[in-house]
C-alpha cells in the first residue's frame, strides 16, 4: 500500500475523529452529535434536488452542467458523518467556490475518469468483440476446426 494510500484510509478518519472530539470538548457532546446527525438530511435532500435539475435537463434533451454533478458530489459529503467532508461537501455546494473548485480539478478529474476502468468490462480491449468467427469460403463450404481460437491477455 503506497503512502498516499495509508494516508486516505488510517490518516482521514484519524483527523475526522479529532475535529468532532475537538468541537464535542468545545460546544458540548449533545451540540456535536446532533450537528453529525443533522447533515445527514441535509445532504440528501441537497443531492435530490441535484438529480431532479438533471433529470429535468435530460427530459429538456439538454446536458446537465457539471456543476450539478459537484453539487451532487458535495451532497454526499454533507450526508456522511464528519466535519472535515461537511466543509469540503459545503465548498461543493456554494456556487462560487464550487466554480473554482471545478476550475482547479475538473480538467485534471475528467482526465482520470477518461481511463478509468470498470472490473468485468471490456474497456481494456474496445475493438475486440467476444464471439465465434465462422468462415466461409466462396463456394458455400466451412472448413473444419483448424485449431483453438487464440486467447484474449
Do not use: C
Amino acid at each position: 500500500m503506497t503512502f498516499r494510500r495509508r494516508l486516505v484510509v488510517f490518516g482521514y478518519p484519524l483527523l475526522e475523529i479529532l475535529v468532532a472530539l475537538g468541537i464535542g470538548s468545545w460546544l458540548g457532546w449533545g451540540w456535536m452529535f446532533l450537528a453529525l446527525a443533522a447533515g445527514i438530511p441535509i445532504g440528501f435532500a441537497i443531492m435530490r434536488n441535484a438529480a431532479i435539475s438533471a433529470k429535468k435537463d435530460l427530459a429538456l434533451g439538454q446536458s446537465p452542467p457539471g456543476g450539478l454533478a459537484a453539487t451532487f458530489v458535495g451532497g454526499l459529503l454533507i450526508a456522511l458523518p464528519g466535519f472535515v467532508s461537511d466543509l469540503v461537501g459545503l465548498a461543493l455546494v456554494i456556487p462560487i467556490t464550487r466554480k473554482l473548485i471545478v476550475a482547479m480539478f475538473g480538467p485534471a478529474l475528467i482526465a482520470r475518469m477518461s481511463v478509468f476502468r470498470v472490473p468485468g468490462s471490456n474497456y481494456a480491449y474496445p475493438d475486440v468483440i467476444i464471439g465465434e468467427v465462422v468462415v466461409q469460403e466462396p463456394d458455400g463450404h466451412t472448413p473444419g476446426n483448424q485449431g483453438s481460437p487464440p486467447q484474449l491477455p
